[in-house]
């Protein structure tokens, strides 16, 4: 089975800083594409950053200079540094693992959120 666990989620103040952490289990870690979205209320999901198992990453224009994606193969943990956070930063964050099947295609894992609320 696999399970993405999130954590580092809070109350910060706007300018303040944040680490997210991923953790995984019950798959090949260092073969997945791994990437954070996030939801606020009444919005669509959307992508925040990507690091793909053998690729550079990537940053929705929103959070780009702001944030920073990483991962740790040999903790099967991906992380999101944000830094500069604004109101608008405010949303549940996802972490989703990108699973390859071979000739299946690619299975999707998500965590179950954690979140993160940026205000005065």
């Known amino acids: 089975q696999v399970h993405l666990v999130e954590s580092g989620g809070g109350l910060v103040q706007p300018g303040g800083s944040l680490r997210l952490s991923c953790e995984t289990s019950?798959?090949?870690?260092?073969?997945?594409?791994m990437s954070w979205h996030r939801q606020a209320p009444g919005k669509e999901r959307e992508l925040v950053a990507g690091?793909?198992?053998?690729?550079?990453?990537h940053y929705a224009d929103s959070v780009k200079g702001r944030f920073t994606i990483s991962r740790d193969n040999a903790k099967d943990t991906v992380y999101l540094q944000m830094n500069d956070l604004k109101p608008e930063d405010t949303a549940v964050y996802y972490c989703?693992?990108?699973?390859?099947?071979?000739?299946?295609?690619?299975?999707?894992?998500w965590g179950q959120g954690t979140q993160v609320t940026v205000s005065s």
């Open positions: 989703k693992a990108e699973e390859p099947q071979g000739r299946f295609g690619v299975l999707d894992y």
């Open positions: 019950g798959t090949i870690f260092e073969r997945n594409d």
């Open positions: 690091i793909p198992a053998d690729g550079g990453a």
